[in-house]
């Protein structure tokens, strides 16, 4: 009966190991897609600025990176995962977005990467 006791501790310890790998891993793929959704937003911004036109492509391509982020946060930060949806949605047609609206629901550029800082450093260094 002990060693039936032991077994099954051991058999629960290796499924919370496993969880917490799953978890983490999770947490990296999130990390990762809003990372790659605010640098190539940060980019576009950057050369817009520098002069560039405004390129419908490279906004169907913010709308579908924020879409994609979206995904994996909602087991994450369900709240961070629907501020990605809106972002996708206003770059579907940026100049329909009043800048109090934007303010509003936290989908500034600047609102979203710090809580993207925060997610990445939890322990608040950065």
């Given at each position: 009966?002990?060693?039936?006791?032991?077994?099954?501790?051991?058999?629960?310890?290796?499924?919370?190991?496993?969880?917490?790998?799953?978890?983490?891993?999770?947490?990296?793929?999130?990390?990762?897609?809003?990372?790659?959704?605010?640098n190539e937003?940060?980019i576009?911004y950057?050369?817009?600025?520098?002069?560039?036109?405004?390129?419908?492509?490279?906004?169907d391509?913010?709308?579908?990176?924020?879409?994609?982020?979206?995904?994996?946060?909602?087991?994450i930060?369900?709240?961070l995962?629907?501020?990605?949806?809106?972002?996708?949605?206003?770059?579907?047609?940026?100049?329909?977005?009043?800048?109090?609206e934007?303010?509003?629901l936290?989908?500034?550029?600047e609102?979203?990467?710090?809580?993207?800082?925060?997610?990445?450093?939890p322990?608040?260094?950065?």
């Open positions: 009966m002990l060693k039936w006791i032991i077994d099954k501790l051991f058999d629960a310890s290796g499924l919370i190991v496993q969880a917490r790998k799953d978890h983490r891993e999770l947490a990296d793929l999130a990390l990762n897609a809003i990372s790659q959704a605010l937003t940060f576009y950057r050369d817009v600025e520098a002069g560039d036109v405004i390129d419908k492509q490279r906004q391509h913010l709308v579908r990176l924020w879409s994609a982020a979206a995904i994996p946060l909602r087991h930060d369900s709240e995962a629907g501020i990605c949806e809106y972002k996708a949605r206003y770059w579907l047609n940026p100049d329909n977005w009043q800048p109090r934007i303010e509003q936290g989908i500034g550029l609102s979203v990467r710090d809580r993207y800082r925060a997610m990445l450093h322990d608040g260094l950065h």
